[in-house]
């Protein structure tokens, strides 16, 4: 289920993880799919959690993101509520064009966050995604960004369809987290732990970065 | 990877994967042994069926072209190893097909049909075309009893239970009061002839008033309902959104959308405990799908009741997974899960240790949708038909071909 993206050499500065969260079918899977491979196809709904790799760099490092994207259905909560655990960055996305999808940030995945977020200091980031069906849009940008202030979170809108502001929701939030010392630190050990564990012949061939 | 030297699995498990012995010495042991094992190759031979084509679409979906070669590239992802075949199709495949779909249709032909030897047979595939795999999933799915004589009375009762339930359950509260007042009106004008004065008014409970919102109002259940619906919507939107049959604006894929979300629409409302759990659309897809295409023109028709009626037969021997309120009980998805990590172990040690210490990707991360969609999120449609013929010929329910219950 999982795929990695991109170089997967272990030739990186710094690692963190980062989860996707937010109601059913507001395209969570679909930001992931364009930012790693520029596709925009209709997906199936996801069931359960998936995760991809990618490496770019951002301000300088080389970074390798492991991100998280789990169900949207309340069913599979229970089940993803431990993919919170060490990430370093959460996205949470709402549909731009349905308004119960806004509100639920605040009713519902706020409380998923506070309850089952281990780190403090972890970086959030609002995303309105769809903005490319600006004639059905039932949530301003004003209140996307009202949201975002009153919870100290970045806030971008996007659209996975046109890929516009896509991978800048990523880079922007990598670039936050390097700013935080504490996950800062975590990302650097996270790539020790990985080097120790790395046997020599175990290391794939070096294949081309895709955003590098 | 399995590793086939070391390869544990249970007998009832070898049962299901045909052609698993014969393969071991013709691969080399340099494949892994789910790809190599010869139960998706049936696949290619039904390819040769052309002569078949009744259903323009069926095809077009699979992706078959003129040349059984086409039909093989065409295949959407995990194109199997050539094996130094060019795709060709072996005389003795082409001979093996028409062998299985003569013993096959000599069976439905029976009075008494032998269910053994269907299971025996489909779980070797069911050939494409000619309405075969309906029937053998019919039967296997016990929708269909063994006596011939019995189908077209219980065909029909089904199907008519099916119509009244969609009558009782899928109308909104007042359009089914305005059926039900029809009913007894035209009830009772057939009794008393001519009725004279002044109509009567149809009674509506204050409960059952639209703006009341207490728990037993039917409104209420409704207005819940349609928030389910709209999830549905949502969900058959992105179900197969490649294949004409599902997806698109035709009439032809509106049907069949509409046909899934009657049938997941009434399933949650008769199992309020489970209700709609986004993947059931990827369960019911092959159902309706291998239903819809069969060539009995009056099968096909009926294609939306008998899919509901076998989608719960499928269900309810998975439905635990769906549950949430069972996750950590031992019937649940966390102890299958549990018990597939077990027989990885077992199997494989290396890469169980690989994955459960050293990447620390627990089975949840990748099993989890195997064993709840029972595999139709991971192949290509016509390997996922394929392998469904395996899973609902086992003997002892469609997950154990998965994870044997008592590893």
């Known amino acids: 289920m999982g795929s990695s993206s991109g170089q997967s050499s272990g030739s990186y500065d710094l690692s963190f993880k980062i989860l996707l969260i937010g109601d059913s079918g507001v395209g969570k899977s679909s930001l992931l799919v364009s930012f790693i491979s520029s596709s925009v196809e209709d997906l199936a709904p996801t069931i359960g959690v998936d995760f991809k790799i990618k490496q770019l760099t951002v301000g300088g490092k080389r970074l390798k993101l492991t991100i998280w994207d789990t169900a949207g259905q309340e069913r599979f909560r229970t089940l993803t509520s431990s993919y919170y655990r060490n990430a370093q960055g959460i996205i949470l996305v709402y549909d731009v064009t349905r308004r119960e999808t806004f509100t639920n940030l605040s009713d519902v995945w706020t409380k998923e966050v506070d309850l089952y977020s281990t780190n403090q200091d972890c970086v959030k980031m609002l995303v309105g995604n769809k903005v490319d069906k600006d004639s059905e849009r039932d949530v301003t940008r004003e209140e996307g960004m009202a949201l975002a202030e009153e919870h100290g979170w970045t806030f971008l809108e996007c659209s996975a369809k046109t890929r516009e502001n896509v991978v800048q929701c990523f880079e922007e939030l990598a670039l936050k987290i390097m700013k935080v010392p504490s996950l800062l630190e975590e990302g650097s050990t996270a790539v020790k732990r990985n080097i120790l564990k790395q046997k020599p012949e175990h290391l794939p061939a070096s294949s081309g970065g895709c955003c590098s | ?407």
């Open chain 2, 1 to 407: 990877m399995l590793k086939k030297g070391k390869l544990k699995l249970p007998d009832r498990l070898g049962i299901l994967v045909p052609g698993f012995e014969e393969k071991e010495e013709e691969n080399g042991g340099s494949e892994p042994v789910f790809e190599s094992g010869e139960e998706l190759e049936i696949m290619e031979p039904n390819g040769v069926e052309l002569g078949h084509k009744e259903n323009e679409y069926e095809f077009d979906d699979l992706g078959v072209n003129d040349t059984v070669g086409d039909k093989v590239d065409a295949f959407r992802t995990r194109k199997r190893p050539d094996k130094n075949r060019s795709g060709q199709v072996s005389v003795m495949d082409v001979i093996a097909a028409e062998e299985k779909r003569s013993d096959l249709e000599h069976e439905f032909s029976q009075k008494e049909i032998n269910l053994e030897k269907v299971k025996r047979i489909a779980n070797k595939g069911v050939p494409d075309g000619g309405g075969l795999r309906a029937t053998a999933w019919k039967l296997l799915l016990c929708y269909l009893s063994p006596s011939r004589d019995m189908w077209e009375k219980e065909l029909t009762e089904n199907r008519q239970k099916y119509a009244k339930l969609k009558e009782e359950l899928l109308l909104s509260p007042s359009a089914y009061t305005r059926v039900r007042a029809d009913a007894m009106i035209s009830a009772e004008l057939s009794r008393e002839g001519d009725v004279a004065g002044p109509l009567k008014r149809q009674g509506i409970s204050h409960g059952d008033h639209p703006l009341s919102v207490g728990q037993a109002s039917a409104w209420d259940h409704y207005f819940k309902h349609t928030e389910i619906a709209e999830q549905i919507d949502r969900d058959l939107q992105r179900t197969h959104s490649d294949m004409k049959f599902f997806s698109g604006e035709s009439s032809f894929s509106k049907k069949n959308r509409e046909a899934m979300r009657n049938i997941l629409l009434l399933f949650a409302k008769l199992n309020p405990a489970i209700c709609y759990v986004q993947g059931m659309n990827e369960v019911l897809a092959p159902i309706l799908y291998v239903f819809s295409t069969d060539t009995d023109e009056q099968n096909a028709l009926n294609a939306e009741a008998d899919s509901f009626s076998c989608f719960v037969r499928l269900l309810s021997d998975s439905v635990d997974h769906f549950c949430q309120q069972l996750d950590n009980s031992p019937v649940g998805i966390l102890s299958t899960l549990s018990r597939l990590a077990k027989l990885l172990k077992e199997n494989d040690e290396e890469l169980w240790k690989h994955l459960e210490f050293t990447t620390q990707v627990k089975p949840q991360f990748y099993a989890f949708r195997w064993i709840t969609l029972l595999l139709s999120q991971e192949f290509n449609f016509p390997s996922i038909l394929r392998i469904w013929d395996s899973l609902l010929s086992n003997p002892f329910g469609v997950q154990v071909p998965i994870i044997p219950i008592n590893f």
